[in-house]
């Protein structure tokens, strides 16, 4: 099969290294695993209420709403391979953020290993963060994606109150990173 990457001048893939990994293995399929990831209705179960939206063809939005439908993350779809792989940019909608920190990638792969879906979550980055800054990855990936396996193993969500780290939060303000 061949897979489609849809790149702009003036953002080059290949610079781009993963500063965040995540593998978890769910017993589910790789259909299922794909519409929980690309579909607002599944997403809201299991992301805290926030809804995904995908356009499924490269070039295509990336759209992610807050529980009352205000824009928090917005992007393009850059390589989307149903059911096995979808990249995208993944700009979460806070002042100054994207200019100051670069664009970031979100990566999921999923891959059939016997009767479960080993499904692995990169966060790529073209250029050096903080790990005071990527500490809200880190916090809310796990979280996220254990309330994802959560979902589709037992059909009931995690529910996990978090708030960003106060790390995270204080080096975005020293760079003039303003945050809701």
Same mark, same amino acid.
């Given at each position: 099969?061949?897979? *489609?990457?849809?790149?702009?001048?003036?953002?080059?893939?290949?610079?781009?290294?993963?500063?965040?990994? *995540?593998?978890? *293995?769910?017993?589910? #399929? =790789? +259909?299922?695993?794909?519409?929980?990831?690309?579909?607002?209705?599944?997403?809201?179960?299991?992301?805290?209420?926030?809804? @995904?939206? %995908?356009?499924?063809?490269?070039?295509?939005?990336?759209?992610?709403?807050? &529980?009352?439908?205000?824009?928090?993350?917005?992007? +393009?779809?850059?390589?989307?391979? =149903?059911?096995?792989?979808?990249? @995208?940019?993944?700009? %979460?909608?806070?002042?100054?953020? @994207?200019?100051?920190?670069?664009?970031?990638?979100? #990566? *999921?792969?999923?891959?059939?290993?016997?009767?479960?879906?080993?499904?692995?979550?990169?966060?790529?980055?073209?250029?050096?963060?903080?790990?005071?800054?990527?500490?809200?990855?880190?916090?809310?990936?796990?979280?996220?994606?254990?309330?994802?396996?959560?979902?589709?193993?037992?059909?009931?969500?995690? #529910?996990?109150?978090?708030?960003?780290?106060?790390?995270?939060?204080?080096?975005?303000?020293?760079?003039?990173?303003?945050? &809701?």
């Amino acid at each position: 099969m061949k897979i *489609y990457r849809r790149t702009r001048p003036d953002m080059k893939i290949e610079q781009f290294k993963p500063a965040i990994v *995540y593998t978890i *293995y769910i017993a589910s #399929t =790789p +259909e299922k695993v794909w519409e929980a990831l690309t579909s607002a209705e599944f997403s809201r179960q299991y992301f805290s209420g926030h809804a @995904v939206e %995908v356009d499924q063809r490269i070039g295509g939005a990336f759209i992610m709403r807050t &529980p009352d439908g205000a824009l928090h993350i917005s992007g +393009e779809v850059i390589e989307c391979e =149903p059911p096995r792989k979808l990249t @995208v940019t993944f700009n %979460v909608n806070w002042p100054a953020l @994207v200019e100051k920190l670069g664009p970031t990638l979100v #990566t *999921y792969e999923i891959e059939q290993v016997g009767d479960a879906v080993k499904l692995t979550m990169l966060q790529s980055h073209d250029r050096d963060i903080s790990d005071d800054i990527l500490s809200g990855g880190r916090t809310g990936w796990p979280a996220i994606l254990s309330s994802l396996k959560s979902l589709l193993e037992t059909g009931n969500a995690l #529910t996990i109150q978090m708030q960003p780290p106060e790390r995270m939060l204080a080096a975005l303000k020293e760079m003039g990173i303003g945050t &809701p």
